[in-house]
């Protein structure tokens, strides 16, 4: 069973860090795509960032690239999302995600490629 369990958000002012963690278990494939995402009220769920499993390939959103920084620590089984810079429209529950790769075209934006789900965790800026 695939489990992951996010943790690391808080309130924080603008310009302000926080870093993100993303536990997770249960993976059997020997290639994943991870990726973490972003709600807000009244908005379609956004990707910022994503990680291959495997190689270490990056992908970074237009709105946060060069201010977040995705990393995984393999041997603990864990994604990070540190977040530098942060401005009132970083604010939103944040997830982890996760999918197999298979000889497939990845999208690692796309949430409906995404198999498993965290449960989110909240982040406040205020400006």
């Known amino acids: 069973r695939v489990q992951l369990q996010e943790s690391g958000g808080g309130s924080v002012q603008a310009g302000g860090s926080l870093k993100l963690s993303c536990e997770f278990s249960g993976l059997t494939h020997s290639t994943y795509c991870l990726g973490w995402f972003r709600q807000t009220p009244g908005k379609e769920r956004e990707g910022v960032a994503a990680i291959y499993w495997h190689d270490d390939t990056t992908y970074y959103s237009d709105s946060v690239k060069g201010r977040f920084t995705i990393s995984q620590d393999k041997a603990a089984n864990t994604l990070y999302l540190e977040m530098n810079g942060l401005k009132p429209e970083d604010a939103g529950l944040y997830y982890c995600?996760?999918?197999?790769?298979?000889?497939?075209?990845?999208?690692?934006?796309?949430?409906?490629?995404?198999?498993?789900w965290g449960q989110g965790t909240q982040v406040t800026v205020s400006s």
């Open positions: 995600a996760t999918r197999p790769i298979y000889n497939d075209y990845v999208q690692p934006f796309n949430e409906y490629e995404y198999n498993f």
